[in-house]
Structure formats: C-alpha cells, structure tokens
C-alpha cells in the first residue's frame, strides 16, 4: 500500500502580566490531520459494522474526526502575598492525539478484498492447496471505526510553593489527567448474548451480530483513563557546602486497557470481557506506579577545607554527587485463557 496523510498545526500563545502578582499564560492550538488515502485508491471499510455484507470501497476511509481539534491552554502564576516568598501556580491543557496512520492502516491491511485471512481447518492440510478466498461468513477483517473518535487528553495541575529561607524551597501540589477516546481493540462480531439467571451469557453457536462476516477486529475509540497524584518536593539551594532535591509522588492510575495489542504491555489484557460493556475491565493501568520517590544530593568533602599546597590539589575539591530512586512495583495481571464472551479470534 501506498499510504498518504497531511498533518497541520497552527497555535497562538501569550503571557500576560495581569497585575504585579498575576502572570497568565494563555494558548490555542489548532492541529486538523486529513484522513488517510492510498495513492491506487486500495480503501476499504465496514461503514455499517452491523449490516454491511461486503467491503465498502474508496474514499473516505473514514469520517474525519480532528476537524474539531481545538485545544486550549491555560496556566496562571500568583503570588497572593505579594512578597516574593509563596506562589500558587496551576494549569490546564487538551491535548489531542494525532489520528495518524499508525492508529488506522494496520487495521485495514488485512482486509478483504486486498487480503484475505481466515480459518482452515481441512485436516488433509497441507497436502490441499490453500485456499485463495474465504466466504464473507468465514472472513476475519481488522478495521477501523468508520465513524472516528479522536483521542484525547484532559490534564491540570495545581501547586503551592513556600520559601522557608533564602536557600530552602517547599512545595505541595496536585496533577491529574483523564484520557478520553483512547483507542483499543477487540472482536466486536461476537455471539448475540442471552440473559440467564439475570446474567449475561453468550451461547456457543448463537448468530453473530453480523452474520455475513467472521470475527471483526475493531480498532475504535472508546477507551477512558483516570490519573491523580499528589506531589511533595523539597530544594536546598547549594550553600554550606551540599544541596539536595527530593519530590514524593502518591499517585493512581485506572484504565480500562492499557495497549492497543498485547506487545504493548507485557502485564496488559486487551481482549475485553464483554465488548458492550467496557468498565468490566476498568481497573489499575498495568504501568500504575503507587509511590515513588526520587532524590539527588551533593555534598562537598570536608577534607577538601584542611589541605595546602600539593594535597589541595590532589585531595581538595572532592564531592560526593548521588540519584537515587525508590518506588513501588507495578500491578501483576493474571490473564485468564477464557473466552466468555466468545470473542477472541478462532
């Protein structure tokens, strides 16, 4: 395939001396991304995943969802004091993902009519040919969500700084983030499930949501994040001698997948456990990183203050310099080779 695509970007931004105390930062970015083409006009798409019997082809690949991409940026300084000694500063961004290629030709390569990929199991094989064509019933497509959801992110901060002496600096503050639209995977052709006992079961067998096609492989956006932390710091300026920084971060992170593919995340599932209803696999991020603590130091000799002559110059001058850090191990998830949903491709 001959794949094309154009990135645009445009932005404006400003600081703004409010009042003495009050400095405003403020910012728009603008970042539409045409929609993928191919140069021999080798498109195809589901665009109706629930009735389509066959590959539409051509242009559009899909609806172009970063038209609306305007991102806004705001952050703000202040000193409520006005002496010099305390700042409360904070901020807020949306970032958005790019829809670029990465997120959307690898799930339409593999796709009649351009490819086709599906089960065999003829037990003579090999000694039968293979075969050149799958019936649409059989056919395992990996696609695209026709009508797209750009990713995005929501993320802000808030902090408190205090100079307790002209060489010592505290700090307490907040950050989150929350991701939206996040792209993720999965068989969505699944069984069409019944309610047992006030249940829901998937029955082997049952009729696919879309009987004409085998196990779809949907790349969508549809996925959420959660992230909060709370931060502590501490800086001694160089004086007397040594200097230090430590900053503690309490955080959680929730996701409800954390890769696209399994490669992603050696400790991430991303087959769900029923893809109607994704917060079955809401949970801790298999990158959630409870505590961590990191602190950097250093610290003059004393001997190096004793010496004259030619031991000044051998022995004098020596520090010792250090980084250290401390955190708690990520989340261990156990995968379950079970299919409830019947939807992990045969």
């Known amino acids: 395939r001959a794949w094309r695509q154009w990135l645009f970007s445009f932005y404006v931004q400003d600081d703004i001396k409010a009042t003495k105390s009050l400095t405003l930062n403020l910012g728009l970015r603008y970042e539409p991304v045409a929609v993928m083409t191919e140069t021999h006009g080798r498109v195809q798409n589901l665009r109706d995943l629930l009735r389509d019997a066959e590959m539409t082809l051509g242009d559009p690949m899909y609806r172009n969802p970063s038209l609306r991409n305007v991102a806004l940026r705001f952050g703000f300084s202040w000193d409520p004091l006005g002496r010099g000694k305390t700042a409360i500063r904070g901020g807020f961004g949306l970032f958005f993902d790019p829809y670029l290629s990465h997120q959307t030709s690898p799930a339409h390569i593999s796709s009649a009519p351009f490819a086709f990929v599906g089960p065999i199991r003829n037990p003579a094989f090999p000694r039968h040919p293979l075969p050149t064509s799958f019936p649409n019933s059989s056919q395992e497509v990996l696609i695209g969500a026709f009508n797209a959801e750009n990713p995005y992110s929501m993320q802000y901060t808030l902090n408190v700084q205090r100079e307790l002496s002209p060489d010592l600096l505290l700090m307490i503050g907040y950050a989150g983030s929350r ?36 196990d779809i492989d949907l790349k969508r956006g549809d996925g959420n994040s959660w992230y909060n932390a709370l931060l502590l710091s501490a800086q001694k300026r160089f004086s007397r001698g040594s200097q230090f920084q430590v900053a503690y971060t309490f955080s959680r992170t929730i996701d409800e997948g954390s890769g696209i593919i399994a490669a992603d995340l050696t400790t991430s599932v991303t087959d769900p456990q029923d893809p109607d209803d994704r917060k079955n696999d809401r949970g801790l991020a298999a990158f959630h990183v409870k505590h961590n603590l990191v602190f950097n130091y250093t610290f003059d000799l ?37 299919d409830r949903a019947r939807a992990l491709f045969r």
């Open 302 to 338: 004393p001997f190096r203050r004793q010496q004259a002559g030619l031991a000044e110059k051998i022995f004098g001058g020596w520090q010792v310099n250090g980084i250290t850090a401390i955190r708690s191990g990520m989340p261990f998830t156990v995968g379950v080779r079970a």
């Open 179 to 214: 991701g939206v639209n996040l792209i993720r995977g999965g068989n969505v052709n699944i069984p069409i499930p019944q309610i047992v006992n006030g249940r829901k079961f998937f029955p082997e067998g049952a009729p696919r949501r879309n009987p004409n096609w085998g």
